[in-house]
C-alpha cells in the first residue's frame, strides 16, 4: 500500500471517529434533558419562510416569488407518441432472391427508372436478369446483392404508393446483411448511385473472397440442451488437423431463439454435419452459398469496400438505422464508414437488434412494421423473436 493511500485512509479513519463521536455527545445532551435529538434538529431547522423576515433582505433565495415549487416526485415527462402512428421498415438480404422478383412492380412509379438507372451504372442489364434469370447467374453474390437491393426498393414505391403514411411516421429501419445498405439508403444516408457503386464493389469482393478461401454455411436448429459453441470448437480443431488454409467455425448469423447459421471452412462445416447429433444439434442444413460470409474468410473482401467507402459521400441518417455488428443505432455518417466493412467478417446480430427495436413494456402497444424485398423471411423471424411485433407486420414483396 503506497504511503498516499495509508495518509488518506488514517485521515478518513480520524474524521469519521470524529463525527461519530460528536454525534454521541448530542445524543447524550438531549437524552439527559428528556428531549429527541431528531426533535430538536428539526424544531431547530431553518425554512425558508425564516429568510423572508424585512431584517434579512440580503438573503438570497433558490427560487422567484412567483415560482412555483416542485413537490417532492414530480418531474417533467414529455409526451409519448402512441406506437400505433410509427412504423419500422426491414430490408431482407441476399439468398432471398428469386427469378421472376420485380415482375409486379413495374406498374409503380419510379421502378423502372431505378431498374433502368442500376444497369446503367452496372453494365448490365439487371431488370432482365431478375425476371428470366437463369438461376445460376442470379444466385451468384456479384448479381444477387444488386438484384435484391433494387429489388426492395421497388418493393419501397409500392409501399409509398399504396400507404404514404408508412413512410411518413417511419421512426426506425434495419436490413440483414446486404439489407443494411438499403436501410442506410432509405435513411438518405448514402445515395443511389453511390449505393449501387458499394454494392457493386462489394459484392465483387465477396465472391472473389469466397473462390479465394472455401467455405460454406449451414443453418443449425437446437434444443436448450445442445452445445453449439462446443461444437463449432470442435469442428474448428478438426479443420486444423486436416490442414484446412484458414481453419474456421462461428455463428455468422444470430437468427431467433435455437436457430443460428454457421460459418466455416470446408472441412469444419462437413465435421457438423456428420457429427450433429454428438452436440444434440436437431437440423443441419447446409446453404447453396458461394463463401463462408460474415467469417474470418471473408478478410480479402474486407480493403475493397473500405476502399470504396473512402470514396462515396456519406451523410447522417435522417431516422435510426441499426448496425448489423452489435445492434446498436449508427449516431453518424462517421460511425457507418468505420462501421460498416465491419460487418462482412462480423456476424449478424439480428436477433438481439430485434430486441432492441421492439422492447417494450408490459401492455404497451406495438408499431407497424413493414418488410420490403423479396420474400417474407424477415417476418418469419420476427415471429420466432417477438409474436406481437409480429402481429403488426406485413410483407410488401417484390
Not at 240 to 253: A, L, T, W
Not at 266 to 288: G, P, T
Given at each position: 500500500?503506497?504511503?498516499f493511500?495509508r495518509?488518506?485512509?488514517k485521515?478518513?479513519k480520524?474524521?469519521?471517529c470524529?463525527?461519530?463521536?460528536?454525534?454521541?455527545?448530542?445524543?447524550?445532551?438531549?437524552k439527559?434533558?428528556?428531549?429527541?435529538?431528531?426533535k430538536k434538529?428539526?424544531?431547530?431547522?431553518?425554512s425558508?419562510?425564516?429568510?423572508?423576515?424585512?431584517h434579512?433582505?440580503?438573503?438570497?433565495?433558490?427560487y422567484?416569488e412567483?415560482?412555483k415549487?416542485?413537490k417532492?416526485?414530480e418531474?417533467?415527462?414529455k409526451?409519448?407518441?402512441?406506437?400505433r402512428?410509427?412504423?419500422?421498415?426491414l430490408?431482407?438480404g441476399?439468398?432471398?432472391?428469386?427469378?421472376g422478383m420485380?415482375?409486379n412492380l413495374?406498374?409503380?412509379?419510379?421502378v423502372?427508372d431505378?431498374?433502368?438507372?442500376?444497369s446503367?451504372?452496372?453494365?448490365?442489364?439487371?431488370?432482365k436478369l431478375?425476371l428470366e434469370?437463369p438461376?445460376?447467374?442470379l444466385?451468384?453474390?456479384?448479381y444477387?446483392q444488386?438484384a435484391?437491393?433494387v429489388?426492395?426498393l421497388?418493393?419501397?414505391e409500392?409501399?409509398?404508393?399504396?400507404?404514404?403514411?408508412?413512410?411518413?411516421n417511419c421512426?426506425a429501419?434495419?436490413?440483414?446483411?446486404?439489407?443494411e445498405?438499403?436501410?442506410?439508403?432509405?435513411?438518405?444516408?448514402?445515395g443511389?448511385e453511390?449505393a449501387?457503386?458499394?454494392?457493386?464493389i462489394?459484392?465483387?469482393?465477396m465472391?472473389?473472397?469466397?473462390e479465394?478461401?472455401?467455405g460454406?454455411?449451414?443453418?443449425v436448429?437446437?434444443?436448450?440442451?445442445?452445445s453449439?459453441?462446443f461444437a463449432?470448437?470442435?469442428?474448428?480443431e478438426?479443420a486444423?488437423?486436416?490442414g484446412?488454409?484458414?481453419?474456421?467455425?462461428r455463428v455468422s448469423n444470430?437468427?431467433?431463439?435455437?436457430?443460428?447459421?454457421?460459418?466455416g471452412?470446408?472441412?469444419?462445416i462437413?465435421?457438423l454435419?456428420k457429427?450433429?447429433?454428438?452436440?444434440?444439434?436437431?437440423?443441419?442444413?447446409?446453404?447453396?452459398?458461394s463463401g463462408?460470409?460474415h467469417s474470418?474468410l471473408?478478410?480479402?473482401?474486407?480493403?475493397?469496400?473500405r476502399?470504396?467507402?473512402?470514396?462515396?459521400n456519406?451523410e447522417?441518417?435522417?431516422i435510426?438505422?441499426y448496425?448489423?455488428?452489435?445492434?446498436?443505432?449508427y449516431?453518424?455518417a462517421?460511425?457507418?464508414?468505420?462501421?460498416l466493412p465491419?460487418?462482412i467478417?462480423?456476424?449478424v446480430?439480428?436477433?438481439q437488434?430485434?430486441?432492441v427495436?421492439?422492447?417494450?413494456?408490459q401492455?404497451?402497444y406495438f408499431?407497424?412494421?413493414?418488410e420490403c424485398?423479396p420474400?417474407s423471411?424477415?417476418k418469419?423471424?420476427l415471429?420466432q423473436v417477438n409474436a406481437?411485433?409480429?402481429d403488426?407486420c406485413?410483407?410488401?414483396?417484390?
Amino acid at each position: 500500500m503506497s504511503l498516499f493511500v495509508r495518509v488518506s485512509n488514517k485521515v478518513l479513519k480520524k474524521r469519521f471517529c470524529r463525527n461519530v463521536h460528536t454525534s454521541w455527545l448530542f445524543f447524550k445532551d438531549n437524552k439527559e434533558n428528556n428531549e429527541s435529538p431528531l426533535k430538536k434538529m428539526l424544531d431547530e431547522a431553518a425554512s425558508f419562510d425564516d429568510l423572508k423576515s424585512e431584517h434579512q433582505v440580503w438573503a438570497t433565495l433558490p427560487y422567484g416569488e412567483t415560482a412555483k415549487i416542485r413537490k417532492q416526485g414530480e418531474y417533467f415527462q414529455k409526451e409519448k407518441k402512441d406506437p400505433r402512428d410509427s412504423t419500422i421498415i426491414l430490408f431482407p438480404g441476399q439468398a432471398t432472391q428469386y427469378v421472376g422478383m420485380g415482375k409486379n412492380l413495374l406498374q409503380f412509379p419510379l421502378v423502372r427508372d431505378l431498374f433502368e438507372l442500376a444497369s446503367y451504372l452496372l453494365k448490365y442489364d439487371l431488370l432482365k436478369l431478375c425476371l428470366e434469370g437463369p438461376k445460376e447467374k442470379l444466385d451468384e453474390t456479384r448479381y444477387a446483392q444488386p438484384a435484391v437491393f433494387v429489388s426492395s426498393l421497388a418493393a419501397l414505391e409500392k409501399l409509398k404508393e399504396e400507404r404514404p403514411d408508412a413512410i411518413d411516421n417511419c421512426v426506425a429501419t434495419a436490413g440483414f446483411s446486404l439489407g443494411e445498405i438499403t436501410s442506410l439508403v432509405f435513411a438518405g444516408a448514402i445515395g443511389f448511385e453511390d449505393a449501387i457503386r458499394l454494392i457493386r464493389i462489394r459484392g465483387e469482393a465477396m465472391q472473389m473472397a469466397g473462390e479465394m478461401q472455401k467455405g460454406s454455411m449451414v443453418r443449425v436448429l437446437y434444443g436448450p440442451d445442445a452445445s453449439v459453441g462446443f461444437a463449432c470448437l470442435k469442428a474448428k480443431e478438426w479443420a486444423i488437423e486436416k490442414g484446412d488454409e484458414i481453419p474456421e467455425c462461428r455463428v455468422s448469423n444470430y437468427l431467433y431463439p435455437h436457430s443460428k447459421i454457421i460459418a466455416g471452412s470446408i472441412s469444419a462445416i462437413e465435421f457438423l454435419e456428420k457429427n450433429a447429433k454428438e452436440f444434440k444439434l436437431k437440423k443441419v442444413s447446409r446453404l447453396a452459398v458461394s463463401g463462408a460470409f460474415h467469417s474470418d474468410l471473408m478478410a480479402p473482401a474486407l480493403q475493397p469496400v473500405r476502399k470504396i467507402l473512402s470514396k462515396i459521400n456519406i451523410e447522417d441518417p435522417v431516422i435510426n438505422v441499426y448496425s448489423n455488428v452489435d445492434g446498436k443505432r449508427y449516431r453518424n455518417a462517421d460511425h457507418i464508414r468505420k462501421q460498416l466493412p465491419k460487418q462482412i467478417i462480423k456476424p449478424v446480430k439480428w436477433e438481439q437488434t430485434m430486441h432492441v427495436l421492439y422492447e417494450r413494456d408490459q401492455g404497451e402497444y406495438f408499431p407497424r412494421t413493414f418488410e420490403c424485398g423479396p420474400g417474407s423471411s424477415l417476418k418469419t423471424i420476427l415471429k420466432q423473436v417477438n409474436a406481437k411485433a409480429w402481429d403488426h407486420c406485413v410483407s410488401i414483396e417484390a
